[in-house]
């Protein structure tokens, strides 16, 4: 089971028709998504050959806008997303601030019973959550620099203070973290989930080691098995 299996899973019970994500790259995700709209956004889309022939054909559908998340939402969500959004995967730039902006504006248009998936919310070891100022250059220099101690390929930022950030301000939202894909957080309206024993002063100034000795709270860490019961697979 990864993100797409999630997401599939939830488009087909909640019956969802419109499909949005944050951070397309390659397609990997979008292209197999089981949705009758598609909405891709990023500011730079890395579609192989074959991937652009087969939509050029018509056999693999989504709509793309090649902009960052902010750009969209400030000039053209209003126009695109007019009849909301059921199912988001939030997954462009993992920084805490730019996550955080990009699940308040996905919760703007996102319909009655509609869900927000993040990815990245779980890192597993300090260097995959290492904090940049701006762009992921910033991490692609450490390495080259081997200035990244433990440095395993994957990098998830601090996505995860979206997560504990949510927990503690919205008490409108259900907010947890699916043990799996590098934590796959889930948002939706509701009721908060559980109360967590941190000010939001300790989650925004949280370092690594504070989030590894926090962090089944700090994410409202549950086993994968849990999204088929919240969304009410028997
Ligand atoms: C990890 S990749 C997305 C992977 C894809 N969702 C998947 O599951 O296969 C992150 C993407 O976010 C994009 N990105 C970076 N900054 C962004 C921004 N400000 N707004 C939207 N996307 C952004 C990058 O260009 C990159 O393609």
């Given at each position: 089971m990864n993100r797409l299996d999630v997401l599939n899973m939830i488009i087909k019970q909640k019956k969802a028709k419109t499909y949005l994500e944050i951070g397309v790259q390659t397609g990997t995700v979008i292209s197999k998504i089981q949705c009758s709209r598609k909405i891709g956004v990023d500011p730079e889309f890395l579609f192989s050959l074959p991937l652009k022939i087969k939509r050029l054909l018509g056999l693999v559908k989504f709509e793309t806008y090649e902009y960052t998340s902010d750009y969209f939402f400030e000039h053209l969500a209003k126009t695109v997303l007019k009849d909301g959004v059921d199912v988001a995967l939030v997954?462009?730039?993992?920084t805490y601030e730019q996550s955080k902006r990009d699940v308040e504006n996905c919760l703007s248009y996102l319909n009655e019973g509609g869900i927000i998936v993040m990815h990245?919310?779980?890192?597993?070891?300090e260097a995959a959550a290492y904090t940049i100022k701006e762009h992921f250059n910033e991490v692609r220099e450490k390495v080259k620099n081997w200035d990244?101690?433990?440095?395993?390929?994957?990098w998830n930022g601090d996505v995860w203070k979206t997560v504990a950030d949510l927990l503690v301000t919205r008490p409108d939202l259900t907010v947890f973290t699916l043990d799996m894909d590098y934590g796959l957080g889930v948002v939706t309206?509701?009721?908060?989930?559980i109360d967590i024993p941190f000010s939001i002063a300790e989650i925004q100034q949280g370092d690594y080691a504070f989030f590894e000795k926090n962090r089944k709270q700090l994410l409202n860490l549950k086993h994968p098995k849990f999204i088929k019961e919240f969304i009410g697979i028997a």
């Amino acid at each position: 089971m990864n993100r797409l299996d999630v997401l599939n899973m939830i488009i087909k019970q909640k019956k969802a028709k419109t499909y949005l994500e944050i951070g397309v790259q390659t397609g990997t995700v979008i292209s197999k998504i089981q949705c009758s709209r598609k909405i891709g956004v990023d500011p730079e889309f890395l579609f192989s050959l074959p991937l652009k022939i087969k939509r050029l054909l018509g056999l693999v559908k989504f709509e793309t806008y090649e902009y960052t998340s902010d750009y969209f939402f400030e000039h053209l969500a209003k126009t695109v997303l007019k009849d909301g959004v059921d199912v988001a995967l939030v997954d462009g730039l993992h920084t805490y601030e730019q996550s955080k902006r990009d699940v308040e504006n996905c919760l703007s248009y996102l319909n009655e019973g509609g869900i927000i998936v993040m990815h990245d919310c779980n890192p597993l070891n300090e260097a995959a959550a290492y904090t940049i100022k701006e762009h992921f250059n910033e991490v692609r220099e450490k390495v080259k620099n081997w200035d990244l101690p433990g440095w395993q390929g994957q990098w998830n930022g601090d996505v995860w203070k979206t997560v504990a950030d949510l927990l503690v301000t919205r008490p409108d939202l259900t907010v947890f973290t699916l043990d799996m894909d590098y934590g796959l957080g889930v948002v939706t309206r509701g009721k908060r989930s559980i109360d967590i024993p941190f000010s939001i002063a300790e989650i925004q100034q949280g370092d690594y080691a504070f989030f590894e000795k926090n962090r089944k709270q700090l994410l409202n860490l549950k086993h994968p098995k849990f999204i088929k019961e919240f969304i009410g697979i028997a």
